[in-house]
Every structure is written in C-alpha cells, then in structure tokens.
C-alpha cells in the first residue's frame, strides 16, 4: 500500500530534523557535480551504456539534484526499466519507509517498474556489500576448508582468525604481524573478558554486535566488565569506531547506518591491503617455468595459494635469446621464488617463442566465495592439501580476466573493461561467480545503446571507422551457452533494431538455424525462439515511430500491416519540401530523422530498403517493416523452415 501524502511529508521532516542533529547521516545529500548531472540526464533518457559508465566511475547514485530528484527516481518516472534495474543493482536506494523510496514506487511509470521495485528490500537494495560482509563474518565459524592461519587464545576461549584479515582491518595487528609474519599462536590478556575479544573480533569480521553485547543471563561476567574490556581492546587495536558502534546500538536505525559505515570502511581497508600485497606481487613468468615456482607458506603476505593465468605472447615481444628475470615477491628472506636452474645454465632460444603466464598470491579464505573453489578445497584434490610449498591453481582465462574476478572476490567491486566482458562472463560462469557474471551481463548489454553511434565490429566496410568492441553473434552464443537471459532478451533486441545489416548475411542463416536446432525434436510447426523475440523487437522498434503518427490504429493485432494498405499510405503521404537546402538549418534537423529511423537519404530524398523513393519517413517506416518481415519469411523457406 502507498503511504499518504501526509504521512510522506511527516517522514521528510523527520528525517530532515535527525540529519540536522547529526543523529542520522543523509541518504541523498545534494550533489550539483557535473558528473552527477550527466547521470541524471542519462537516466531521464534511458542511456543505459552511460548510466553503467557513470556508475563505474564512482558517482554517488544515491545523490539528489537541484530538483530534488534521484537517478532511481527519474529513471522510474521516464519508465526506462533497464535503467532501474541497473541502478537497483548497483546499491539504488528504494526503502518502503523512507521518503525517497515512497517517492520512487509513487512517480514509477507503470506497474512493471514499481513491481520491479518491490522486489528490493532494504538488505539488497542499500547494501551492495553485504555478500562480502556476510563472507567475512562466516568464516568465524566456517570448520570447512580450514583456512585459518592463526590462533587467538583468551583464558579458556581460542579462534581461529586469518592473518590477512587482522593486518588489514587493525593497525596494530598489521604492525605486529609484519614483523613477526610466521606467528600462528597468540595469546590474549587475561585481565580482559573473553566476551570483550569476542565482541572485538566479530566486529573486525564484520559481523552487527547485539544491543546487549551477546550476554546470556548464565554469563560469569558483567555488563560493565565487558565494556571496560570493550574500551581498552579500542585503544590497543585503535579502532575508536568500535565503541561508536557500540554506543548507538540502542537506535536501530542509527546503529544500522554505523553497520553500513563500518562495512564500507572495511571494504576500502581491505580494497588498500589487496593491492598493496596482492597486486602489489603478482609474479609474470614465462609458461615453461611457471610450475617451477616455489613460495614458501612462511610470506610476509599470508597467502596460502597461487593462482596462475596464461596468456600467449605475440612473436615481437619476446627476443629470441632473452633471458628470464630472477624474480622475487618482496622485501625480505621469506619471500624469494626461485625459478629454475640459473640464467647461467639457460641455452639461447631459438624454437617458437613461449607465452607468458602470471601468477597471483591469493588466500583460500576470500577465494571460497567461489563455488568453484570451495569445492576443489573441500575435496581430496592435491590442492586441497598443505604443504611446503603453495599449490599453482590454473585457472582457465587471461591474467586480465583473472585480476577482474580477483577485484570482485576481495573488494566486491569489479571495473570490466567492454572488450574484456564476454571472458570475463565465460570466468564468472566456471568459477560459480554469479554477482560477478550478472555484472559482465550488464556491461555486454550497454552495447548500442550509447549515444555514440558506433559500427557493429561484423558490419565494417572502410578501416577508419569506430567499431564496437564485440560481436554480437558472439554474444547470442554466449547467452545460449551459459543461459543467461538478460543477454538473450539484449541480443534479440540488438538485431531486430538493425535486421536490415544482418538479414542478408550467411552468419546470421546459421545463427537461426542454431536457434532452430535447440529445440529437441523439434516439429515443423514450432516456432524459433531467437525469430519470436526479433518480430516482437521489429514490432516495438516501428510501433514507436507509428504511435506518434497514427499508424498503430491500422494495424492488425500482430503488430502488422497488409500490403495494400501500406502502398495507400505511401501514396497518400504529402511530399517533402524539396527547397529545403541540405546545406542549412535543416539539415540538423534531416540528420535528426536519419538516426530515428530505418530509412536512407539518397540526394535528399527517402528511399525504402529496396530503394524506391518514399514520400515521408512515414511512409517509408511502413514500407519498410513490411520488407523486413517478408525477408524473414523468405529466409525460412530458404532454410526450409516453418515458424
């Protein structure tokens, strides 16, 4: 039920007066940056591909402009749904008891939208984290794979923690970890309660600490106790923010905002340390010599596994002869990899040149987010056994490819480069990464659909001009295989709105076919699944154009036009003026027209796809849906096809 404007108008102030005091913190502060802007004229135009680039960049989605208006907001008033849906998927604010999310499901455009909001409680809609969050804290209590490297004991009370995870979270473990990073014991001071560290080190894995500090009225000790435990773990650890959010634990709301804060800190804490210890050293070594790495389980970084991607190398980048560096991760006598026998032993190459491969320290605690990767450490594989040295795991893609899922696995936040997406969809899929699948999706499904008009990579025919970065047969593929509807829906869309390049072409013959052939047993009379979605798309790209001109009360409820007809209203159109100068003002305008339609302008005249001159955009539009679906059909009877 939508809330009454009353009750909206009371929420409002109320929270204006919380924000004022400084209790709450506000959700949409007032953003007039220019890059703020620019999202917000992409939302009310629903240019997908710019909304995603805005996002990626870091634009606060949440912001509010001059107008009062949120992205999510305008987005859902101008009914652009895959607009909505991107930024609902990227943390858009839509709370049923806030004032902004009431706002939102109130100016939604029609039902669809305003479903599609509903569907977003608070937990996924305002917390774009959480899954990393809920991630730290299960390994708390997580007993398989064992991936704890050290054990903190306080009177009879021990855990098992994650050296990795305390150095980035806490100053004074990193401080004390990186001089002694082979400490796997620690224990704790008994002056202090084992419910007071119990409390601490939820809080550093992220975990809410209860209202009344976890105790049970069969504990040993005090309230008070445990808070003078509390205040001297803040100091030493120097985490002043632990006792904030033990302070406002009595606000629900208020103690939920500290939650998200502290989640947020905890991500950029962890985002500094991954670089700086993973990233930092990732090893390149060429393939022949990559099983011949050996890092010792005693490093400075606390990583437990390597995983290796190969890439081959193109013939000029390596000399033939050259030497292959010696190669150490860090500072230090823990760290160093020998590789091999010594440059002093190694004979001039002079066979093909080998490709290079790179390899990437990791930890088996964050690498468990993956399906995938919990499975091989659970099971009697050998890389699921310690040992000396750590396990190379080969993961089956570009280093590229692997750093954006490494990003993803320990930062939640991934920056997919458009020509890498298809791959990293294929990794996101082997590995059991769906977040992370779901966003390649997204970025793949902005093609087209900027304001840039670029030439599909399949359709080029002078080398100077810009392509886009992907295929989109190999798109369809990609979606057929890895069953990922999104980019069915975007690739069936994609084509119908430029059927006229590809109906032609032997590849798109066969990718009809395929379409055809995926249905088992399949009889004469059933329909193909990727035809079905084009006709509709092909009725939804013209139907657009005859709304406005009157042509949808005459067509029939297929969304179609007899031919009859549509040669009346060719006919009947009234000409272009031709004194209009192509040179002139409107020209503009002409250029306007071109980009909204299928037709082509020849000598300033409208010609049909079958290149008959038509006398308005109209008329031509008309023509033309009706040459489209006609080479459809022709297209099946050519493949000897009924649907």
């Known amino acids: 039920m939508v809330v009454a404007k009353g009750d909206l108008e009371w929420q409002l102030k109320n929270e204006h007066d919380l924000i004022k005091d400084g209790v709450l913190k506000d959700d949409s502060p007032l953003d007039t940056s220019t890059d703020f802007q620019q999202l917000c004229i992409a939302c009310r135009i629903g240019d997908l591909k710019s909304c995603q680039e805005a996002i990626a960049t870091g634009v606060n989605i949440n912001a509010r402009d001059a107008f009062d208006y949120t992205p999510l907001i305008l987005a859902s008033l101008c009914g652009h749904y895959e607009v909505v849906q991107l930024l609902l998927e990227s943390g858009a604010l839509c709370e049923r008891d806030t004032f902004q999310g009431e706002r939102c499901l109130y100016n939604a455009l029609n039902n669809?939208?305003?479903?599609?909001?509903?569907?977003?409680?608070?937990?996924?809609?305002?917390?774009?984290?959480?899954?990393?969050?809920?991630?730290?804290?299960?390994?708390?209590?997580?007993?398989?794979?064992?991936?704890?490297?050290?054990?903190?004991?306080?009177?009879?009370?021990?855990?098992?923690?994650?050296?990795?995870?305390?150095?980035?979270?806490?100053?004074?473990?990193?401080?004390?970890?990186?001089?002694?990073?082979?400490?796997?014991?620690?224990?704790?001071?008994?002056?202090?309660?084992?419910?007071?560290?119990?409390?601490?080190?939820?809080?550093?894995?992220?975990?809410?600490?209860?209202?009344?500090?976890?105790?049970?009225?069969?504990?040993?000790?005090?309230?008070?106790?445990?808070?003078?435990?509390?205040?001297?773990?803040?100091?030493?650890?120097?985490?002043?923010?632990l006792w904030e959010a033990i302070l406002s634990g009595g606000d629900r709301r208020i103690a939920r905002q500290r939650h998200q804060d502290e989640i947020s800190r905890a991500r950029d804490?962890?985002?500094?340390?991954?670089?700086?210890?993973?990233?930092?050293?990732?090893?390149?070594?060429?393939?022949s010599k990559a099983t011949e790495v050996k890092w010792t389980r005693e490093n400075a970084i606390f990583a437990d596994i390597l995983l290796r991607a190969d890439e081959e190398l193109k013939e000029d980048d390596i000399e033939s002869g050259q030497e292959i560096p010696k190669v150490r991760t860090i500072l230090g006598p823990l760290n160093g990899i020998p590789i091999g026998p010594s440059s002093a032993n190694r004979s001039r190459s002079t066979s093909r040149k080998p490709g290079q491969s790179t390899l990437y320290p990791a930890h088996r605690a964050m690498l468990i987010r993956s399906e995938y990767f919990q499975t091989m450490f659970t099971s009697q594989f050998l890389e699921s056994q310690l040992g000396e040295f750590l396990h190379i795991v080969k993961v089956d893609c570009k280093p590229a490819v692997l750093e954006i899922v490494l990003n993803f696995i320990y930062t939640e936040t991934a920056d997919i480069p458009i020509h890498l997406a298809l791959d990293v969809l294929y990794a996101a899929d082997m590995l059991f990464v769906e977040k992370l699948k779901t966003k390649a999706a997204i970025i793949i499904s902005t093609i087209g659909n900027g304001t840039t008009n670029l030439?599909?990579?399949?359709?080029?025919?002078?080398?100077?001009?810009?392509?886009?970065?992907?295929?989109?047969?190999?798109?369809?593929?990609?979606?057929?295989?890895?069953?990922?509807?999104?980019?069915?829906?975007?690739?069936?869309?994609?084509?119908?709105?430029?059927?006229?390049?590809?109906?032609?072409?032997?590849?798109?013959?066969?990718?009809?076919?395929?379409?055809a052939e995926r249905i088992e047993k399949r009889?004469?009379?059933?329909?193909?699944?990727?035809?079905?979605?084009?006709?509709?798309?092909?009725?939804?790209?013209?139907?657009?154009?005859?709304?406005?001109?009157?042509?949808?009360?005459?067509?029939?409820?297929?969304?179609?036009?007899?031919?009859?007809?549509?040669?009346?209203?060719?006919?009947?159109?009234?000409?272009?003026?031709?004194?209009?100068?192509?040179?002139?003002?409107?020209?503009?305008?002409?250029?306007?027209?071109?980009?909204?339609?299928?037709?082509?302008?020849?000598?300033?005249?409208?010609?049909?796809?079958?290149?008959?001159?038509?006398?308005?955009?109209?008329?031509a539009d008309a023509v033309n849906y009706q040459i489209l679906l006609g080479k459809i059909d022709t297209l099946l009877e050519g493949l000897k096809l009924d649907a």
């Open 112 to 241: 669809r939208i305003r479903n599609l909001l509903l569907q977003y409680d608070y937990s996924k809609s305002t917390n774009p984290l959480q899954p990393l969050a809920s991630h730290l804290t299960s390994l708390l209590s997580r007993q398989t794979p064992q991936t704890a490297d050290i054990c903190l004991t306080a009177g009879l009370e021990s855990w098992d923690l994650h050296k990795f995870i305390l150095s980035a979270r806490s100053p004074y473990f990193h401080n004390k970890l990186a001089t002694s990073p082979e400490t796997t014991t620690w224990r704790l001071a008994h002056s202090i309660p084992a419910e007071a560290f119990q409390i601490a080190l939820r809080y550093l894995y992220l975990g809410e600490i209860p209202s009344d500090l976890g105790l049970s009225n069969k504990a040993f000790v005090s309230e008070d106790e445990v808070l003078k435990g509390l205040d001297k773990i803040c100091k030493q650890l120097e985490t002043e923010s």
């Open 269 to 287: 804490q962890l985002e500094t340390w991954y670089r700086d210890n993973v990233l930092k050293h990732k090893v390149p070594v060429p393939t």
């Open 455 to 515: 030439v599909d990579r399949t359709h080029v025919e002078q080398e100077d001009v810009e392509v886009e970065p992907i295929n989109i047969y190999d798109v369809i593929r990609a979606a057929w295989d890895l069953k990922v509807q999104r980019l069915e829906t975007f690739t069936a869309r994609y084509l119908a709105y430029r059927l006229e390049d590809y109906i032609d072409e032997d590849d798109f013959k066969d990718l009809i076919k395929e379409s």
């Open 523 to 619: 009889q004469e009379t059933d329909s193909i699944e990727l035809l079905d979605d084009i006709r509709y798309y092909l009725s939804e790209r013209f139907q657009l154009r005859f709304e406005d001109s009157g042509l949808d009360e005459i067509m029939d409820e297929n969304g179609e036009i007899d031919a009859e007809t549509a040669e009346i209203i060719a006919n009947a159109a009234a000409p272009i003026d031709e004194a209009i100068d192509t040179n002139g003002p409107g020209a503009a305008i002409e250029s306007e027209v071109k980009d909204l339609t299928s037709v082509a302008f020849v000598d300033g005249q409208i010609r049909t796809l079958d290149g008959d001159i038509a006398d308005d955009v109209f008329a």
